[in-house]
């Protein structure tokens, strides 16, 4: 399949106002927040952070920044804000990232989960993300990698996974090939020292992340069936299979990097 991709996410596929998107997102939040948090508070999130959360879903980070790690203020930002609700300290934007200017200020933290990989022109996004860190702050970006090869065996989940990637990439843009370069574009952008770290939650039957799986595979069931991959028949398969004791399976990974914005020199 070729050409450019019909739509974007969140208008071909995975429309928020179709029934259940949002607990779809909030499966996936089951599957990783805990990564996420741990990962930000080990880079120091906590009291007198301000902090921006890019594509924020509905909420689950910002929530627990403010509730766990005790930051100040957290500015969600989010293409579709209909699953965020304001509360003290915790602001919302509905704009897109990729427009020039679409967020103002500076912040300790800035943060984005899975979206800079459904967006095309990712070097220049991971710039305007850096440049939104003020000195001494730290940008983080996760992604997925997916861990499907030529060499891992034929289940239905790796059939269905394949044609995931493929479906969603002709159909809103989405491609993962690219993720584990984040730490040299984060390095290109200015940002020192940088580092990464790869989590593959397990799947296991019933798992918010089998059923997060589950459910996307539901939504994109038509670009998957377009790439010629498989049928209809084959994506029931594949569903039934993560429900079952029979999956023996890699997830994708989560693939996070992160990089420092060197401390402003002091004023003389």
Do not use: N
């Amino acid at each position: 399949m070729t050409g450019a991709p019909d739509g974007r996410y969140g208008e071909a596929v995975f429309r928020p106002e179709r029934a259940g998107e949002g607990e779809r997102i909030d499966l996936g939040a089951l599957a990783y927040d805990d990564i996420t948090m741990a990962r930000l508070r080990e880079l120091g999130a906590g009291p007198g952070w301000h902090c921006l959360d890019v594509g924020a879903g509905t909420g689950t980070v910002p929530r627990r920044l403010l509730d766990e790690a005790g930051v100040d203020s957290v500015l969600a930002v989010d293409r579709d804000v209909r699953f965020l609700a304001r509360r003290p300290g915790l602001d919302v934007l509905e704009t897109d990232i990729t427009a020039p200017h679409a967020v103002r200020g500076r912040f300790r933290l800035v943060h984005a989960r899975f979206v800079l990989m459904h967006l095309p022109e990712h070097e220049r996004l991971v710039e305007t993300l850096a440049g939104l860190v003020e000195p001494g702050g730290v940008l983080v970006l996760s992604d997925a990698v997916d861990l499907t090869t030529d060499r891992t065996p034929g289940t239905p989940y790796a059939a269905a996974m394949r044609a995931m990637w493929q479906g969603l990439r002709a159909t809103i843009g989405t491609d993962v090939s690219w993720v584990p370069s984040y730490p040299r574009l984060l390095r290109g952008a200015g940002l020192v020292p940088v580092a990464a770290e790869l989590h593959v939650p397990p799947l296991l039957p019933g798992s918010p992340l089998s059923r997060f799986w589950a459910d996307t595979w539901e939504r994109s069931r038509a670009a998957m069936v377009a790439t010629g991959l498989l049928d209809d028949a084959a994506v029931d398969a594949a569903i039934g299979y993560l429900a079952s004791d029979e999956c023996a399976a890699l997830s994708a990974g989560m693939l996070t990097a992160w990089g420092w914005k060197p401390p402003a020199e002091t004023a003389h």
